[in-house]
């Protein structure tokens, strides 16, 4: 069981920056791919950045390559995105999520998700 509670979530004018943690409780977090989706309203869930489980490699969707970076501590069972050059399209919710042991963050790319947090709301003003 992995259960992930995300913070840093809020109102931003547009080029600005924000970070996103998730605090990951649970054995298996340091074994697993992790990542981030988000949800606009009247859109579908959308994979945003993954990370595997040793922080080695990275993967992004298009529209956030060259101003999200994701990392993770595996010590602290944290995952952070670090978001800049907001854009007002960034705006949804923000959803972390934890990877089954084998799937990668190929597998979190194509939606193969076991946990997710509760998610936070990110709000970017044109």
């Known amino acids: 069981q992995v259960q992930l509670v995300e913070s840093g979530g809020g109102l931003v004018q547009a080029g600005g920056s924000l970070r996103l943690s998730c605090a990951a409780s649970?054995?298996?977090?340091?074994?697993?791919?992790m990542g981030w989706f988000r949800q606009a309203p009247g859109k579908e869930r959308e994979f945003v950045a993954g990370?595997?489980?040793?922080?080695?490699?990275?993967v992004y969707t298009e529209a956030v390559q060259g101003r999200f970076t994701i990392s993770r501590d595996n010590a602290k069972n944290v995952v952070l995105l670090q978001m800049n050059s907001l854009k007002p399209e960034d705006t949804a919710v923000y959803y972390c999520?934890?990877?089954?042991?084998?799937?990668?963050?190929?597998?979190?790319?194509?939606?193969?998700?076991?946990?997710w947090g509760q998610g936070t709301q990110v709000t970017v003003s044109s």
């Open positions: 999520a934890a990877a089954p042991s084998a799937a990668g963050a190929s597998g979190l790319r194509r939606g193969m998700v076991d946990y």
């Open positions: 649970g054995r298996t977090f340091s074994s697993r791919a």
């Open positions: 990370v595997t489980w040793s922080g080695g490699t990275t």
